[in-house]
């Protein structure tokens, strides 16, 4: 995946809620709206384009209502805009995120996402609890009418606990973690101006990294305890045999989104704060929608005088078949120095917005796969006032 991403030559996203979707044909695609036709298949949306015709699979419970296909807009150097009317007979289950899936006495193996190298082994919890939320010493000051009982207090796991936390898991260490895992101490990167402005040194950070490759996994947050990131972490059943190989932006985007899901439908939140271990806010996120189905389809250019290549785009094959899939709607501004400044000020004063902590590189590979969704949007679809639009997959 680019930064640089050419726009789809189709486009599709589809609202489960809404029974509606939007049909994006690229103009160099669609030559003549009126040879662009859409039809319903078996458990699929068969879209007939000059040169050849594509299959996109639907996932159960959702088909085309027959008929209900009609032109919007054709905008030049854009495209054709085209709606359409969904039958939604059952909504699509979206997956859960790794939090969910842990169970109490099973066995589980953490690993390295990166180069897959197995952390820690056999991990059999007897406890798996949540952290209290992000904005949880706010609360607290808020409602106690006595001094906070938790100041300075850490939650720390026992031995055969997890505690998960909204971005990160809180393990205990064991014997075997000092072979696996390095601890290297380093200050917590921030504006230098925030450290003069302060008179104070600078917050060290005790990093966890993995031996074989060198990628940061988390922090020792106490001599021993573990704070292991779940978007460097993988989490397997043990005995599951070999793991198997996930693009590094595809496994990133999944588990954000599956988070982001998550904690909007559980505790009613739809702005986060994306933000490094130091505080600083790195990309604001507002979720904008949570039952879309989208997919697009490149389509290579071609150099031919037949009559299938002479708007330059072709087809490849008579059909070329790909599936919707599951994906969260954002709307999001990265917190760049003097850029939106107003608004990055006002989210950050507002105790509704959520706060996410990664590692700053993971943010900035979070930036760039938002930034390749956008790039590949047609150009109308890629602005919401201020805000930058993406999708991310489930």
């Known amino acids: 995946m680019e930064e640089n991403v050419a726009q789809a030559g189709v486009f599709l996203e589809l609202r489960q809620r809404l029974q509606s979707g939007l049909l994006v044909v690229r103009s160099d695609v669609a030559g003549d709206p009126s040879e662009v036709t859409v039809s319903s298949g078996e458990g699929s949306l068969r879209i007939e384009i000059p040169g050849g015709k594509l299959c996109v699979q639907l996932p159960p419970g959702v088909s085309l209502m ?89 939650l720390l796991p026992r031995p055969a606990d997890c505690l998960l936390g909204d971005t990160y898991f809180l393990l205990s260490k064991d014997e075997r973690c000092d072979q696996k895992l390095l601890q290297e101490s380093n200050p917590a990167q921030s504006d230098a101006s925030d450290s003069e402005n302060s008179g104070q040194k600078p917050k060290r950070v005790n990093s966890v990294l993995c031996r074989n490759c060198g990628a940061v996994l988390g922090e020792a947050i106490a001599p021993e305890t573990l704070k292991l990131y779940i978007t460097e972490t993988l989490v397997e059943p043990s005995n599951d045999g070999v793991l198997g190989k996930q693009h590094r932006w595809l496994f990133l985007e999944q588990t954000i989104a599956a988070r982001l899901l998550e904690l909007s439908s559980e505790q009613s939140i739809f702005r986060f704060s994306l933000q490094t271990p130091n505080g600083k806010a790195f990309i604001l996120l507002w979720l904008l929608n949570t039952d879309s189905l989208v997919t697009s389809v490149s389509l290579p250019t071609t150099v031919g005088s037949d009559a299938s290549s002479r708007r330059g785009v072709r087809v490849q094959g008579e059909h070329q078949s790909c599936a919707a899939c599951s994906a969260v709607k954002v709307l999001y501004l990265p917190c760049a120095p003097s850029m939106h400044q107003d608004i990055v000020d006002t989210w950050e004063k507002d105790v509704s917005v959520h706060p996410l902590t990664l590692p700053q590189p993971t943010c900035q590979e979070v930036t760039r796969l938002l930034t390749a969704s956008t790039s590949s949007l047609p150009p109308s679809l890629r602005k919401m006032n201020s805000y930058q639009v993406a999708f991310m997959r489930l």
């Open 66 to 154: 027959q008929g209900s296909c009609r032109e919007v807009s054709n905008t030049p150097g854009e495209g054709t805009h085209l709606r359409l009317r969904l039958q939604v007979d059952q909504h699509t289950d979206a997956p859960r995120s790794v939090m969910r899936k842990l169970q109490v006495k099973k066995s589980y193996d953490f690993s390295c996402q990166r180069c897959r190298e197995r952390l820690l082994t056999e991990r059999v919890f007897s406890r798996v609890l949540p952290l209290p939320n992000g904005n949880w010493n706010t609360l607290v000051e808020d409602w106690c009418c006595h001094p906070d009982p938790f100041a300075n207090r850490k």
